[in-house]
């Protein structure tokens, strides 16, 4: 699929989109677009905000009406010179997994999900708890020679990679965990930032090699590992085919990338929050429900500042939505994190209650066929690193104002968490 959807930096898009600020400030903005407009397009990039709760929800229980095949597109428009780049490193995404609405992804999602099992991540509690434990020690470490260290750096860039790694069975020295930090966020500007012409090629090149890469390890791969790569390429569908070159890549690609990039983010942005606020970090600390609170707290994170703050869907037919009549081929974008303080699905909704009572569940790891594969290690891991630095570091406190938000098109979160010990 093309999209007909791309920003236009010369028209302003609506403040929401692309913001640096905090996610919270993004949902106020769209709360007040929610209250005139809950289905109106954005000039910039002519898609179609989507921004109540119930609305969204409803596009994400039907994908046959809204479908996810705009979902990994690039909102910039390729250069013809990064086209050409990623041309030459034979790159394609085809229609695997969050971007396919056709027959093959029940079985492409069976495929890659046997990774991340509620099993799988029971397992990887342990290796979860150690390597948390050993974060604790780097901030330790780091504080008692500097009043002022960063989080980010020490703790929530690298851990998700490691967890991501072990689940996937690649934790045995093959991959350069920096390399890969670095090339998937490289990617995630590609496909959901706005760089300019130097910017995007340089991104171009970045998403090149990590596609050559991955495309190496399926041709080294065995077949016979436990491993993503092996198991990927010893893959054969009903008629016994192999995926084909691109598919196989592209499904490591996403699932590299899916699964450390966003929960690295939710919990740079769960920290910031939780440090901020004493008491909680207090009760956090303590040994006894610490974990337990650790994870009500991280849900109310993922309802109030999800990572994941926008999804694509395209229309197949004409629909009405909010009264809004919309032609097939229509692009939305899913307010996914506004849709967390709509007041008509939360009460309340600005406050940070993580006891709070509800049964409506938040939309930050989406809902319906495509639902998040890594919900649950997601979940796991921010919970029990958070739990861990609380109880190992009870005197953190934030040291600087407002740091700078990473601001893509569907992914926000701090860049840098400054904090000391007081
Ligand atoms: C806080 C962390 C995470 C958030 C907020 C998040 C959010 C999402 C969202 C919103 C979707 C799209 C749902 C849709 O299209 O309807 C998604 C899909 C997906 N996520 Fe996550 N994700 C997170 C972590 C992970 C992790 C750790 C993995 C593990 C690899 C992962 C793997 C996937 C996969 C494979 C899909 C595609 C599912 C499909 O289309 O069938 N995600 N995620």
């Known amino acids: 699929m093309t999209s007909s959807c791309h920003w236009n930096p010369d028209v302003a898009a609506h403040p929401a989109l692309f913001s640096d600020a905090p996610t919270e400030e993004h949902a106020r903005q ?51 010179a990064a086209k050409q780049v990623l041309t030459d490193a034979d790159f394609a995404l085809p ?64 851990l998700p990679g490691q967890v991501l790694l072990h689940l996937l069975g690649l934790d045995r020295g093959e ?31 970045s998403a090149a090699a990590f596609y050559r890469w991955i495309a190496s390890q399926l041709d080294a791969a065995t077949g016979a590992g436990p ?10 569908d009903l008629d016994g085919a192999p995926l084909s070159r691109h598919q196989a890549t592209s499904l490591c690609y996403f699932v590299l990338i899916a699964g450390h990039q966003t929960t ?11 440090i901020g606020d004493a008491e909680v970090w207090r009760r956090l ?18 309802r109030l500042e999800p990572p994941v703050t926008t999804w694509r869907r395209v229309l197949s037919q004409p629909a009405t939505l909010a009264g809004v009549d919309l032609p097939a081929g ?36 989406g809902y319906g066929r495509h639902f998040c594969l890594g919900a649950a290690a997601a979940r ?18 934030l040291n600087a104002d407002e740091p700078p938000h990473v601001g893509l098109l569907s992914f926000n979160a701090p860049t840098r968490i400054a904090v000391g010990v007081f």
């Open 95 to 158: 229609a695997m997994l969050a971007n396919n609405s056709g027959p093959s992804h029940a079985e492409l999602r069976r495929l890659s999900a046997q990774f991340f099992t509620a099993q799988r991540v029971e397992q990887a509690i342990p290796r979860i708890r150690t390597l948390a434990q050993s974060a604790a020690g780097r901030v330790r470490a780091a504080l008692a020679a500097d009043p002022d260290v960063d989080l980010v750096e020490l703790v929530t860039a690298e």
């Open 175 to 205: 991959v350069d965990l920096s390399q890969l930090i670095d090339w998937s966020a490289r990617s995630l500007e590609l496909f959901w930032g706005r760089p300019d012409g130097e910017g995007q090629l340089a991104l171009a090149a």
């Open 264 to 274: 690295s983010q939710l919990l740079a942005t769960a920290l910031r929050r939780l």
């Open 330 to 365: 229509a692009e939305l974008l899913l307010m996914l994190a506004a849709s967390g303080t709509d007041e008509a699905a939360f009460a309340d909704p600005y406050a940070f209650h993580p006891t709070r009572e509800t049964k409506t569940p938040h939309l930050a790891f």
């Open 30 to 80: 769209v709360a007040a677009l929610r209250a005139e407009h809950p289905v109106s397009q954005d000039p910039a990039t002519g898609l179609w905000l989507v921004t109540r709760y119930d609305d969204i929800r409803a596009v994400l229980l039907d994908s046959d009406t809204f479908r996810p095949d705009n979902a990994l597109l690039a909102i910039t428009r390729l250069s013809p």
């Open 227 to 236: 491993d993503l790569f092996s198991v990927v390429a010893a893959h054969r």
């Open 380 to 397: 796991t891991e921010a919970a029990i690193t958070i739990a861990t630095l609380a109880r190992e570091l009870p005197g953190l406190r």
């Open 285 to 302: 600390g303590q040994a006894t429900d610490g974990e337990r609170f650790a994870q009500a707290c991280v849900e109310e994170v993922l």
